[in-house]
């Protein structure tokens, strides 16, 4: 077995870096304990929810202190985009490092710079976590605590017929961001500001916090986009025993994605069926449709009518043309 | 990257074996939605707690469904053991799991049934979590939820001059365990039954889940062995800001232990910086021990009193001469 003897420095300089995270959570007593205190907030319940991401397969890494940055932004990102999805509030989360092998930690600081980063931009804490040495890259899991008034989550299986399917933001960005980022020439000729908007769509998921009320209030069902948006939606229209028309053409594009599709880099299906998006995907009554809207336009995030749910299982993909579009793939998985 | 396409098949089998672990909480949404919703218990603060454990490097894992099981079980009981060392009922936990890069998952079945056991044992439900392909081995991120009334934790950094310090088991099986695991002949001839006793204790750790209420209402201090008694007694002393006097010759030995360090196989310090016991160690007030010990031996949890808390800064080890034992290795950390 490759347990290694104590180095009280390293342990030491890991306390030192991320015991400030904490910081406003008296519960994580200050990372000096086995376990963290919580108090769910009176009145609420809690949401759970847990990703890991690993050096590689989920995110890119050169043992440089802004990879690592991005790396935690991002297994921050992926975990508050769930609670979002799930109309929860952030409240706290707790963190297992797996360090690489072999190698400096000369990154850390960058890493916990990321986390702070990210706890600055959706109001969540560290609490507690664990750190381990490992045999291969890097690993970051996430355990994200939200919290909800009571019976007030939003869930996938509460899709209904004739609900109108809802997304925020831009689809695709991120997954033309990743080849970007694996290789400049990835589409040809891309004008500098395009390959860094789409870089950061894959490195910094910017989860919509802002929709948390919007789809409390009115959505019948809720997740975020991560796999893919066909991908993500055929799950949803399952946990909810009903189908979806999506139609493409109102599918909202980037500008420059969108100069992608017009050049035949990137093809429309492309964009619908890339991951990492971390946009949500939501299903809203006609009725209550106006309001929906109106709160997301008070809370400043940009949504757009995708389609609707229908009772026949399935989902269909339609083009402006009215024709269905013939879809070969609908997703990535992070599980091969 | 190695973002692999959808397995379908995979996905619904995983689904199909970890569902069943949900039974009994449905804040789990059977495992259908990217966040599991949780109620704290009236009246009850959270703990929460998270450990990763690393194929090589915390467990051995040769594929089979008996390691897989043993893998899982572990994983399981080193985050209750958290708990249990706070002073908190289990209630729920989440899993991530890292699947190895390449290989089949035939053992799967196998990893379910050992999270099913510790479950049963513990009082425990999986609430959630997230299946990955790694670039390695195995690993298994558990994060464990538990409660307890308002303010009752009981925390490492209470301890204080005076309290007498209580281990509960015995010391130093798991780590001659691991060794027994490793080679059959680590020490020589061994009976079969002292070589399964001491794997088991490796392989199973039994978290003291009996003494929750004991060190509830009487510790003043309390972490569980993960890392070696030496090394987790300084840790609580650091914390605490004291020092404590350890008796060697009044921690408690197996027999198959006592038979090892009689033959000079294993000295009373390997067996007292030995990792992986997962006991608890207390600081209990001492006109409290007479209650503790008797809420306890009424649980049918064995104890010990093994030493002191005192002002002095630092552990000193006492032999049964009276003199201090030099210690040259105080335990082992899985952070290299």
């Known amino acids: 077995m490759a347990e290694l003897p104590k180095s009280d420095a390293e342990q030491a300089m890991i306390a030192r870096v991320f015991a400030p995270l904490t910081a406003g959570l008296p519960g994580a007593?200050?990372?000096t304990d086995d376990a963290a205190i919580l108090s769910a907030p009176s009145g609420r319940q809690l949401v759970l929810t847990m990703d890991t991401l690993v050096q590689d397969v989920h995110f890119l890494f050169d043992g440089s202190v802004q990879q690592a940055s991005d790396a935690a932004y991002k297994a921050l990102a992926v975990n508050v985009s769930d609670l979002v999805a799930k109309a929860a509030d952030p409240l706290a989360y707790m963190l297992s490092l797996t360090l690489p092998a072999v190698g400096s930690t000369d990154w850390l600081e960058g890493l916990a710079e990321g986390f702070r980063q990210g706890q600055s931009d959706w109001s969540i804490h560290l609490a507690g976590g664990d750190t381990v040495r490992g045999t291969s890259g890097l690993a970051l899991t996430v355990t994200a605590i939200g919290s909800v008034p009571q019976e007030t989550a939003v869930l996938r299986r509460n899709a209904r017929p004739g609900d109108r399917l809802i997304v925020t933001g831009t689809?695709?960005?991120?997954?033309?961001?990743?080849?970007?980022c694996q290789s400049s020439e990835a589409f040809g000729h891309l004008s500098r500001t395009d390959a860094d908007f789409l870089k950061n769509r894959y490195q910094r998921p910017r989860p919509k916090l802002g929709i948390v009320e919007a789809l409390r209030t009115y959505a019948s069902a809720a997740m975020d986009i991560s796999d893919g948006l066909i991908l993500d939606l055929e799950r949803m229209c399952r946990a909810s025993g009903v189908g979806a028309c999506l139609r493409a053409h109102q599918v909202p594009l980037s500008a420059p994605i969108q100069r992608l599709v017009n050049n035949q880099k990137v093809s429309l299906t492309d964009a619908l069926s890339g991951g990492d998006d971390y946009e949500i995907l939501?299903?809203?009554?006609?009725?209550a449709l106006g309001a929906f809207a109106e709160a997301a336009r008070h809370a400043g995030v940009s949504i757009a009518e995708v389609g609707e749910i229908i009772a026949t299982l399935g989902v269909s993909v339609v083009g402006d043309d009215g024709n269905s579009l013939s879809i070969t793939r609908k997703g990535w998985d992070h599980l091969g």
Chains 1, 2 share one sequence.
């Open 171 to 180: 689809i695709g960005d991120a997954s033309a961001g990743l080849q970007v």
């Open 282 to 287: 939501a299903a809203v009554p006609p009725d």
């Open 29 to 31: 007593l200050g990372l």
